[in-house]
């Protein structure tokens, strides 16, 4: 494919349009599942989607399709795509980089006269982020068919509305039995994506294509202690839930920090307690807890360590405790022709591009498991992400653009 006039400022306003479509105070983006924000965000997108000619879908569960047909509609499509839902106090590339940074790609191959014979989709994946439910990805797991309906209907978000509730917000229409991919549906998954670490900046790199996407885990763990006066509770005998917490939080750090492996990591992201006053003894605490490794059987050693020391530690302070595995996922091993494709392309692009693990994870994740999948990386200011001076250049964006482009023209000739 002859080279192809990526417009990276007019892809650079959209990207800073967007990011001024946020539940927080600017430069702070904040777009959860279904928030006035993310529809506002959804619907921008939408209609750029419509000025470069895509014919749209949505699904039962809001993951947004962009289609240009390609001359024979009955062969598996090529997807590519990402998310643009945000979680409170981030920036303003993550995902949105797959979904603008797709958008200017095909617009670039169309203006090169490019005529696909495989149809190209661009996907808008629904909650990507954990933020509402606890549990990320769920546009494309239920898009993959790994979640049952009754685990979808069990789901609550932090003031216990159910999906049903935010599907409605969202105007979502049709049964969550529609969702689920056909088989075949696609002939390969490639997602552009800011690496959200330091490594391609730091080796002064172009482009990542990733090989392997870290396994995560997430626990939500619910503490039940007793109240009281903060002056008149004497210290023995107190059954304080923060303390509880706090010393699971620790033992979080410890699981992580122990395993014979560098790429564990544990956190935990999120700990509210209540009453939440200076003179009173916190009655309840809730904690969600991150685990990951790119090594599945460390990953759950760890994880286990954990559950044991949350039962030690409860049954220890005599704090009721309710603990649960939001999700236990496996990595995803990226199709290495693919991986293959993406680095052909940087050569004949003069990019350098380096074969990478991801440990964030994403989309990319679940989609490994219905279709040959890979990611196209690029750097980011000092690795930074989830956090409003989240930073990729134009220059590094287009170059990220320009590889996902030929990528995509190579699939779908
Ligand atoms: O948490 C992650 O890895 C992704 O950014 N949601
Ligand atoms: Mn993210
Ligand atoms: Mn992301």
Excluded at 107 to 127: N, Y
Excluded at 145 to 154: D, M, P, Q
Aim: overall charge negative.
């Amino acid at each position: 494919m002859q080279s192809l006039v990526i417009e990276e400022q007019a892809l650079q306003r959209e990207i800073d349009e967007l990011a001024l479509i946020t539940e927080a105070a600017p430069p702070v983006v904040t777009r959860v599942l279904f928030s006035e924000a993310d529809l506002q965000g959804r619907e921008f997108v939408r209609n750029l989607y419509r000025e470069a000619g895509l014919i749209l879908r949505e699904d039962a569960v809001g993951n947004i399709f962009g289609r240009w047909d390609g001359a024979d509609k009955k062969l598996p499509a090529v997807a590519t795509g990402s998310h643009i839902d945000a979680i409170p106090n981030a920036g303003k590339y993550d995902g949105v980089v797959g979904v603008l940074g797709a958008l200017e790609a095909i617009r670039a191959l169309k203006a090169a006269g490019f005529q696909p014979r495989r149809s190209i989709e661009l996907i808008i994946f629904t909650s990507e982020e954990p933020t509402r439910f606890g549990i990320g990805c769920l546009g494309s797991r239920l898009l993959v068919g790994l979640l049952s309906l009754e685990r979808v209907a069990a789901l609550r978000d932090r003031d216990g509305k159910d999906l049903e509730f935010w599907r409605k917000q969202g105007g979502c229409v049709g049964t969550l039995t529609s969702v689920k991919l056909p088989k075949d549906c696609y002939a390969a998954f490639v997602e552009l994506h800011i690496e959200q670490g330091p490594v391609l900046e730091a080796e002064n790199i172009a482009i990542g294509v990733v090989e392997k996407i870290a396994a995560p885990s997430t626990l939500r763990i619910q503490l039940t202690g007793v109240g009281g006066h903060a002056g008149a509770t004497l210290m023995p005998g107190r059954k304080d839930a923060l303390l509880a917490g706090a010393e699971i939080a620790l033992a979080v750090e410890r699981a992580a920090s122990t395993t014979a492996s560098s790429d564990t990591v544990g956190t935990t992201g999120f700990f509210r307690i209540e009453p939440g006053a200076v003179n009173s003894v916190p009655c309840r605490a809730w904690l969600e807890i991150d685990l990951r490794d790119t090594l599945l059987k460390t990953r759950d050693a760890a994880l286990q360590q954990i559950e044991t020391a949350v039962q030690e530690i409860c049954t220890r302070r005599k704090i009721e405790c309710a603990m649960e595995r939001l999700n236990v996922d496996p990595p995803a091993i990226c199709d290495a022709r693919l991986v293959e494709t993406v680095a052909t392309v940087c050569d004949d692009l003069d990019l350098s591009v380096k074969r990478m693990i991801s440990r964030a994870y994403h989309d990319s994740l679940f989609m490994a498991q219905v279709c040959p999948t890979t990611m196209i990386f690029i750097p980011c200011f000092k690795g930074y992400s989830h956090r409003p001076d989240e930073y990729s250049s134009p220059a590094q964006i287009k170059n990220g653009v320009a590889v996902l482009a030929q990528t995509l023209a190579k699939l779908a000739a």
